[in-house]
C-alpha cells in the first residue's frame, strides 16, 4: 500500500477535535501527506513540511494545504515567527526540535505526537536509539512546557505491529474535553 493512501494514525483522528476549527495546523516531517490531507479536508489550514521534495510534489496545489521543503536536521528552522493551533508529528524523531515546537504552538494550541520508540527493534525499523524514544521520553519532553491531555505506551498490532509513544498535550492552563467519539473518516 503506497503511504499515500494509507489512512491517517487514530491518535491523530482522535485528538485532531481538540484543534480550534478552521485554524493553522503544522504537519511535521509529513511525507506523502496522509495526515495532511486528512486535516485539510476537514477545513484546517495545514501546512505541510517535509525534507524530500519528492514527497511534497503529490500536496502541492492541493486545497488548504501550503507545502514547504525543509531539512529539518540541517536547515534552519521553517517555522520562525509563526504560531500555529496544532502540530501533527507521527513516525519522526529529531530531539532537538521539542522545544521550537513548544514554541510555535499558539496558546490552547494542540501537539499531537506519535512514534516509535525503544523495543521497536524486534518489530523492524526504525532500530537506531536515536530514532526510538525511550520510556516516557514525551511526557518529559513537554514537561512544564505543555499540559498533557492522553499519553499511551507499548505495542500496538495496527497498522503494523511496533513499539511506540503517543501524547496529546496542549499549551494552556484551561480544561480540555475529550473527544468522546472517533472522527468519521479514521
Keep these: 500500500m503506497h503511504a499515500e493512501s494509507l489512512p ?3 491518535w491523530v483522528c482522535r485528538f485532531a477535535p481538540l484543534i480550534r476549527p478552521r485554524g493553522r495546523v503544522l504537519d511535521l516531517a509529513c511525507g506523502s501527506g496522509r495526515h495532511a490531507r486528512w486535516l485539510a479536508a476537514r477545513s484546517w489550514e495545514v501546512e505541510a513540511v517535509d525534507a524530500d521534495p519528492t514527497l511534497l510534489v503529490s500536496l ?3 486545497a ?3 507545502v514547504r521543503c525543509a531539512d529539518l536536521e540541517a536547515d534552519a528552522w521553517p517555522c520562525a515567527m509563526e504560531r500555529f ?3 501533527v508529528v507521527t513516525n519522526y524523531l529529531h530531539r532537538p526540535l521539542f522545544p521550537r515546537l513548544c514554541e510555535v504552538l499558539a496558546p490552547g494550541g494542540v501537539l499531537i505526537y506519535e512514534t516509535f520508540m525503544e523495543g521497536n527493534e524486534r518489530f523492524g525499523r526504525p532500530r537506531n536509539p536515536a530514532f526510538l524514544l525511550r520510556e516516557g521520553e ?4 513537554v514537561a512544564g512546557r505543555l499540559r498533557v491531555v492522553a499519553f499511551e505506551q507499548g505495542e500496538v498490532a495496527r497498522p503494523a505491529p511496533a513499539m511506540v509513544q ?3 498535550a496542549v499549551r494552556s492552563a484551561v480544561a480540555v474535553r475529550l473527544p468522546e ?3 468519521p473518516g479514521c
Excluded at 514525551?138 to 519532553?141: I, K, N
Design 64 to 66: 488548504g494545504i501550503r
Design 138 to 141: 514525551l511526557l518529559e519532553r
Design 60 to 62: 502541492a496545489g492541493s
Design 166 to 168: 503517543r501524547l496529546c
Design 181 to 183: 467519539s472517533p472522527v
Design 8 to 10: 491517517p494514525s487514530s
Design 85 to 87: 493551533d496544532g502540530i
